[in-house]
């Protein structure tokens, strides 16, 4: 592989390469106690609040709060300190993604609600997800988001 310049760059080629999505059940077993406490606890106590708020003051108001990202805090302070801050990088990059097709899904879901039915709606606000959330990981990498990072090590 090439360069943006006609020359190889083996260095670059490395950096995108661990950044590829990979399944690895095994590393479940890795994650100490702790990890998993910190981040179930801070995930529940966000939802717990946006129950109270939701009681106290309205749905519309405790839907705020359910759009917190409650475990990526969390998760992003524990991969930093595990893997490193360019790991950390990445996992908030792919959050990005994923919340930019859960804009989209928001947006087909309440365009459609009562229009279509119900599975119908739900169905294609989730493939608005997918492809949204697809699409920007396949464009990030086309144009090598990461590769400007130092490698972790």
């Known amino acids: 592989m090439t360069g943006e310049h006609g020359h190889g760059d083996q260095a670059g080629d ?5 950044d590829r999505v990979r399944i690895s059940p095994g590393e479940l077993a890795k994650t100490r106690p702790w990890d998993w406490l910190v981040r179930f606890g801070f995930g529940a ?16 108001a405790g839907g705020v709060f359910l759009a917190f990202p409650a ?6 302070t524990l ?30 879901t309440a365009a459609l609600a009562g229009r279509w039915p119900l599975w ?17 990981y396949l464009l ?3 144009y090598g988001a990461g590769g400007d990072e130092p490698a972790a090590g």
Do not use: M, Y
């Open 140 to 142: 990030a990498r086309h």
């Open 45 to 60: 106590g966000v939802s717990a609040l946006a129950g109270v708020v939701s009681v106290v003051a309205g749905p519309r």
């Open 120 to 136: 119908a709606v739900l169905s294609t606000a989730a493939g608005v997800w997918t492809l949204l959330t697809l699409g920007c």
């Open 14 to 18: 490395r950096r995108r390469d661990s």
């Open 71 to 76: 475990i990526l805090l969390a998760s992003l």
């Open 79 to 108: 991969v930093a300190k595990e893997d490193g801050i360019r790991q950390a990088r990445n996992e908030a990059r792919g959050a990005t993604f994923g919340a930019i097709g859960l804009l989209g899904f928001a947006i087909v």
